[in-house]
């Protein structure tokens, strides 16, 4: 699968995103996502950070953000500027929105005057089964590991994030290296016996001298 950016995601794999808190895990996952329902892929979305509505209301605005840009590139000269014009107040419109409502979600509404045609195409997306969303508190690796045995071939799934899954039963004992590795083993075998593509968040230690790179953390102590 390939996204935009240049992104690239074979079928059959398993792939992490790492990053410390507030780095843009849920963003980046949430776009992939966007590029993968946009390709017409069954798209799974595990989410632990967030709610469905929270994801849901990431992929209506990143869509009603890119239908702008295209309209500005695909417009003849008279009608580019007038959606120039219209564009940039419904991007101060939507960065407003951004800012504000994410401060109390899920408990606000959406502005049907911009957000009405990819709310429609998120609608679909949902109701057609294209578009599948996991609420995972609480989530154990074997829960997750039933759900990927049963999504479609081909489909892609994105996790968020795997430290927040329950580690499985065997390895319980074991440290926190040796968890990671026997969940990431299994996460690959599922991802190879479905024909998936499995992209997962990592999030790096919170506690980490931020100068350092995110590199020093995993070989120094294994954090991710």
């Known amino acids: 699968m390939r996204c935009v950016g240049g992104l690239s995601f074979p079928i059959g794999t ?3 995103i790492g990053a410390r808190p507030g780095r843009g895990k849920t963003t980046l996952l949430s776009n992939v996502a966007l590029d993968s329902l946009l390709q017409g892929k069954k798209t799974i979305f595990v989410s632990d950070e967030e709610t469905g509505r929270q994801i849901i209301i990431r992929l209506v605005l990143s869509l009603t953000y890119r239908g702008h840009i295209l309209q500005k590139e695909s417009a003849g000269t008279e009608a580019k500027n007038k959606a120039a014009n219209m564009g940039s107040g419904a991007r101060g419109e939507l960065y407003k929105y951004i800012r504000e409502s994410l401060k109390t979600l899920p408990g606000t509404a959406l502005n049907d ?6 709310l429609k195409i ?3 997306w949902v109701e057609g089964g294209q578009l599948e969303i996991v609420e995972s508190h609480d989530y154990g690796f074997e829960d997750l590991e039933g759900c990927l045995r049963t999504a479609p071939e081909k489909s892609v799934v994105l996790i968020d994030y795997v430290q927040h899954l329950r580690i499985p039963s065997d390895a319980a004992e074991a440290t926190r290296q040796v968890q990671l590795q026997a969940l990431s083993a299994r996460l690959a075998a599922c991802a190879v016996a ?3 593509v499995v992209i997962s968040g990592g999030q790096f230690t919170r506690n980490k001298d931020a100068s350092r790179t995110a590199g ?6 294994c954090s991710f």
Do not use: G
């Open 113 to 118: 005057d911009v957000f009405s045609e990819p």
């Open 14 to 16: 398993l792939s992490f």
């Open 216 to 221: 020093q953390d995993v070989f120094d102590d």
């Open 194 to 196: 479905k024909s998936l």
């Open 122 to 124: 998120v609608k679909a």
